[in-house]
């Protein structure tokens, strides 16, 4: 078996060994050899010149050579030497070794073996295409079969990627787990006197029958893995959705002056009222302090800030000895750094994922595909600077995957290349 250094060396010496038999042939094939490796090995794009048939290629590099050309076709030709694009396939000198030494070696190679025509000037720009050619062909070559990580790119992917499903894990007070998918609905436990159930629709219901003293006290646990949401409605009435990779806490019957509950990652809440006895989420160290409201939170661990958007009621927000008091349509961002702002809400946007939608509005790839990732349930790396790369998409959370990952594609300032449940984002 050959490392991927070793494969680099014997393309590079299938190349140049034997195609420069004569200098009229060699002055090409040099060219023909580059092209039919970019059409067998992979994809490289030609910015001005993407309809040429081999044929014109041919009569046009003719007429080049005996300086025969229209300006026109002399850009054209010029074009295509100079418009090749490695974008998607960057060179890994780990793998691949130093690239400039590569082309050196390849250069005086070919050097040998062309006697120079009498336009040296040309020569040299004939020589310097035949280099990026096969450049082009064995980063290619790598990158499709021989690299580790290698992989499909969006628009040819053909293993079906799920999008998320309806699943939870419950964690009952004596730390047992109750897995809990579409397959198993009916009774799920108890606790106390309090019944779990998991209806026809999915949700996870919390049904009291008395006997609150020795059930107030055990707390629960209910939590979803990535590529899942839930539906939770706690004693009091309260309901809960969960977004993908989440989890809340709480007490399985409530008692005492306040009813308080644990949220990690992302939720929607409808909060039952009850006016004796205020609602409270606690968020690391900030709190969501309600009497009966319509709320989002969005508290992921790969987020600064916890944003709490309100529907409907009002919320008081806490957090490093500061509140403030949101009303309907604002939001509430408390950052790390102890400040409370407050401003205008995109509701639609806020909730699109409890609607079964994703929506982005100028968003950065980071975030989209962090999002992305948690439903889909897939690994995420990066290739290059993503400043700047922000987009407008709406999708429904049902559909392929493969049909926003093209989409973002079209704009050219991103690739994305896909092996297993790896996403590579390569940032042009």
Request: glycine share 8%.
């Amino acid at each position: 078996m050959f490392s991927h250094s070793s494969w680099s060396v014997r393309i590079e010496h299938w190349f140049t060994f034997g195609l420069l038999k004569s200098n009229k042939k060699a002055r090409k094939k040099i060219f023909f050899s580059g092209l039919c490796v970019s059409q067998h090995f992979g994809y490289y794009r030609v910015n001005q010149i993407q309809t040429m048939t081999r044929e014109e290629y041919i009569r046009l590099y003719e007429k080049y050579m005996a300086g025969d050309c229209t300006e026109a076709e002399k850009n054209d030709i010029e074009a295509y030497i100079s418009e090749l694009d490695l974008a998607e396939f960057p060179w890994n000198p780990e793998s691949m070794g130093d690239e400039q030494a590569f082309k050196n070696r390849v250069y005086n190679r070919l050097s040998s073996s062309i006697a120079r025509p009498a336009k040296y000037r040309l020569w040299r720009r004939i020589l310097a295409a035949a280099v990026t050619l096969l450049v082009v062909g064995t980063t290619i070559y790598l990158y499709r079969h021989l690299l580790p990580g290698s992989g499909q790119r969006a628009g040819m992917l053909t293993e079906n990627i799920q999008p998320g499903t309806n699943k939870a894990i419950l964690t009952l007070a004596d730390g047992s787990t109750v897995i809990l998918d579409k397959s198993g609905n009916g009774p799920v436990a108890s606790q106390g006197l309090v019944e779990i159930v998991r209806n026809d629709n999915g949700e996870i219901v919390y049904e009291e029958g008395g006997g609150k003293p020795e059930a107030a006290y055990a707390q629960n646990m209910i939590s979803t893995p990535r590529g899942a949401e839930t539906q939770v409605v706690l004693s009091d009435g309260t309901k809960i959705w969960l977004n993908a990779a989440s989890s809340v806490r709480f007490p399985v019957a409530f008692s005492g002056t306040r009813r308080k509950i644990e949220l990690t990652g992302e939720a929607y809440l409808e909060v039952a009222e009850d006016k004796s006895m205020p609602f409270v989420v606690a968020v690391r160290d900030r709190e969501i302090e309600v009497l009966g409201t319509r709320f989002n939170v969005n508290a992921y661990e790969d987020r600064a800030d916890v944003t709490t958007t309100l529907l409907q009621g009002s919320v008081r927000l806490k957090a490093h000895n500061r509140q403030v008091v949101l009303r309907p349509g604002q939001q509430g961002v408390a950052g790390d750094d102890g400040k409370l702002n407050v401003q205008p809400a995109a509701l639609a946007n806020a909730v699109a994922w409890k609607n079964g939608l994703f929506v982005f509005n100028g968003e950065n790839i980071r975030d989209i595909m962090a999002d992305v990732a948690r439903w889909y349930d897939l690994e995420v790396d990066y290739v290059g600077s993503t400043e700047g790369k922000n987009f407008d998409a709406k999708m429904n959370r049902s559909d392929d995957i493969r049909e926003l990952l093209k989409n973002m594609e079209l704009t050219g300032m991103v690739r994305f290349k896909i092996q297993g449940r790896r996403v590579t984002v390569m940032a042009k």
